[in-house]
C-alpha cells in the first residue's frame, strides 16, 4: 500500500499545513482512498478543494490498478459543503461569488462542481462514501453521488441550501427525492433540518452504520472502524468480476430514466458482452473447483 499522495493547488489561511485531499493506493487490494482534508474547515469546499478533488478522482478513475474507491473526510466531519468564506458577505472570492460578472458568471462557476459530482456517479467503479459526523449542503450531494455510504452513529444529514436562502445547486433536487422518497426530500429541502443516521438508514440512504472503537479501547486504541469497514468493503467489491461491475453500475444509473422495456434491451447488450468475458468463465470455473475465482478484467 502506498502513503497518502498530497493533491493540493493553492495555499489558504487554516491549510498551512495540510493538503487539502489526500490520496492512498492499494495496488493489491485494487483499492484507492480519496480524503477531504480541511478538518479545521469541517472540509468545507473550497474552490482550491474542488480542484483537487477533481484531480483526484480523475487519477484514481484512469488507475487500472485501482477497481474501488473510498471517499472520506478527515477529522469530526465528512463535508460542511460550500465554504462560506467564498459566499456573498465571505472573506474571500470564489465562483459562487457574487460579482461583476453578473449571474452570468455565477452559472459558469458551477462547472467544475458539475464535473466532480459526474465523475463520481459516472465512474464505472463503485465507489464506497465513508461518513462520519456532517454531511451538509454540497457535501450532502457529493455523499449522494457514491455508489454505496457507511456512516457513523453520529453521522447527520442536511440539505442546508435553504438556511441561507439558497437552491440546491450541486445536485440535490435530482438525488433527494430517489433518495429519501419526495415527501422526505422536500421536508429536507424546504426546513434544511437534520437528518440522523438511524433516520438515514431507515429511508434507505445510507447502507449500514460502523460504530467506531472507543478511543480508550485497550484492544483497538485510536482505531477507525468506519474507515476500516470501508476499506474492506471495496476490497471486496474490487476482488470482483470488473466487467461485470462496471456495466452493472452502468445499467443500473442508467435505467433510472428508462423505461423498463428499453432497459431490457440495453441489459440483454450488457450481459452478452459479459457471458462472452474470460472472467464468467473463470466465475464458473472457480465455482465448480470450489475456489475463490481470479478476474482480470477481459
Known amino acids: 500500500m502506498t502513503g497518502p499522495t498530497n493533491i493540493r493547488t493553492g495555499a489558504t489561511p487554516g491549510d498551512q499545513t495540510h493538503s487539502t485531499v ?9 483499492v484507492g482512498v480519496i480524503t477531504l482534508n480541511r478538518p479545521a474547515r469541517r472540509n468545507a469546499l473550497n474552490h482550491e478543494m474542488l480542484v483537487a478533488l477533481d484531480a483526484a478522482i480523475s487519477d484514481l478513475a484512469s488507475d487500472e490498478s485501482v ?14 459543503g460550500v465554504d462560506t468564506n467564498e459566499l ?9 461569488t457574487p460579482g461583476p460578472g453578473g449571474a452570468e458568471a455565477l452559472r459558469r462557476g458551477f462547472e467544475l462542481p458539475r464535473k466532480v459530482i459526474l465523475s463520481l456517479f459516472d465512474m464505472e467503479k463503485p465507489v464506497i462514501a465513508a461518513i462520519r459526523g456532517t454531511a451538509v449542503g454540497a457535501g ?10 457507511l456512516a457513523t452513529p453520529d453521522a447527520r444529514f442536511s440539505a442546508a441550501y435553504i438556511k441561507v436562502g439558497l437552491f440546491p445547486g450541486y445536485g440535490g433536487v435530482w438525488f433527494y427525492p430517489r433518495m429519501f422518497g419526495v415527501a422526505k426530500a422536500a421536508e429536507m429541502m424546504l426546513t434544511g433540518d437534520f437528518v440522523s443516521a438511524e433516520e438515514a438508514l431507515a429511508a ?7 460504530p467506531d472503537p472507543d478511543p480508550a479501547d485497550p484492544v483497538r486504541p485510536g482505531g477507525n472502524g468506519l474507515l ?16 461485470a461491475t462496471r456495466l452493472a453500475k452502468t445499467m443500473m444509473h442508467r435505467s433510472l430514466g428508462l423505461d423498463l422495456a428499453t432497459s431490457l434491451h440495453l441489459s440483454a447488450a450488457a450481459e452478452s458482452i459479459t457471458l462472452s468475458s474470460e472472467d464468467h468463465a473463470e466465475g464458473m470455473a472457480a465455482a465448480r473447483e470450489k475456489r475463490p475465482p481470479r478476474y482480470r478484467g477481459v
Open 204 to 210: 434507505g440512504f445510507i447502507n449500514r452504520i460502523v
Open 22 to 30: 489526500l490520496i492512498e493506493r492499494n495496488a493489491e487490494q485494487g
Open 228 to 243: 476500516d469497514e470501508a476499506r474492506k468493503l471495496a476490497a471486496r467489491l474490487a476482488a470482483g468480476p470488473p466487467i
Open 88 to 96: 456573498a458577505g465571505g472573506s474571500k472570492t470564489g465562483p459562487h
Open 67 to 80: 477497481r474501488a474507491i473510498v471517499l472520506t473526510g478527515a477529522g469530526a466531519s465528512f463535508c460542511s
Open 140 to 149: 450532502l450531494d457529493i455523499a449522494c453521488a457514491c455508489d454505496i455510504r
